[in-house]
């Protein structure tokens, strides 16, 4: 089944290839990779739920089909990569990171979980703002925007391409003082690889100039019934949210268990984008660990849309039980 649908998919792209160069295209234009993309786009790219009072919507950003690299994942072979995508139900010729923001209304607030890509991350993500917008919900109402972490993923969405001016002039955005400390710390730049260097520049030369962000110690209560939740190793700030409403609860997880069929399959897989592996598998492990123990839903920024789901125990490892879009 999966091998007939690769086929026919190999097929579909030979097809549309002759037809680009039919129509007059070039044929680079034809392989673009927006042209190329294999994963259709949810039919509705947003998706209501309730966790007791609070509305919770998953606004589809896009999605990155990574190319395999052995270096991805540094205890696994590529491999290994292909069968763990196989055996979540996905295809096993690229890695399928998909992009999801959580807008939640909850005690009179609306609240914005992470930015997007700000269509400045991949040519096949970037969407965030069209479908927000088809959601229902006008950006200039939003009240609050949490932030997980500076990856670009999660940040450029607050931004304009290339002037950089703030897309939320006036809104209160909130981070962790960890994060912030450290991406805005000019030494940093020097410690970083070097495919992080440019994202350290550009976090230094907008964010110290904006007025409304707000750095918060710990875990404090962030908006009505959101706390922020420390998981770091991903990035040294990094943080999950936790919302609650009467006796529901969802864990937001956001790049705890970034890919699921790759990390929450395999809790022990070091990811080359946890900046520490052992950390982030660590704080991994307590935050499953604590969903299931408090039976209570979780969702990220990665998974599968609509992202949300529960996670049981599976031997040593876990299994993540996705809820239907
Ligand atoms: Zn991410």
Sequence with gaps: MLKSMLDMSRRDFVVSTGMAAALGLSGRLAISPAFAQKTPDPAKPFVTYKVGSAEVTAVYDGIWEKAHDPAFIANASVDDVKAAMVKAGLPPDFVSIPFTVCVVKTGGKTILCDSGTGGQVQPTAGKFMTNMKAAGFD????????????HPDHIFGLMEKETNKPVYPDKEIIVSDVEYKFWTDPAVIDRLPEARKG???????????????KQVSGEPEVAPGIRFVMAPGHTPGHRAFHLSSGSSQLMISN??????????????????????????????????????????????????FPGAGSIQKDGDSYALTLMKA
């Design 139 to 150: 950006p200039a109402k939003i009240d609050t925007i949490l932030i997980s972490h500076f």
């Design 199 to 213: 994202l350290a520049r550009r976090i230094q030369a907008v964010f110290p100039t904006w007025k409304n962000i």
């Design 255 to 304: 790049d705890t268990a970034y890919v699921p069929a790759l990390v929450v399959a395999n809790p022990g897989w070091h990811g080359q984008y946890d900046q520490d592996a052992n950390m982030a598998e660590a704080s991994r492990r307590k935050l499953l660990d604590r969903v299931i123990a408090d039976k209570v839903q979780i969702c990220g920024y990665h998974f599968p």
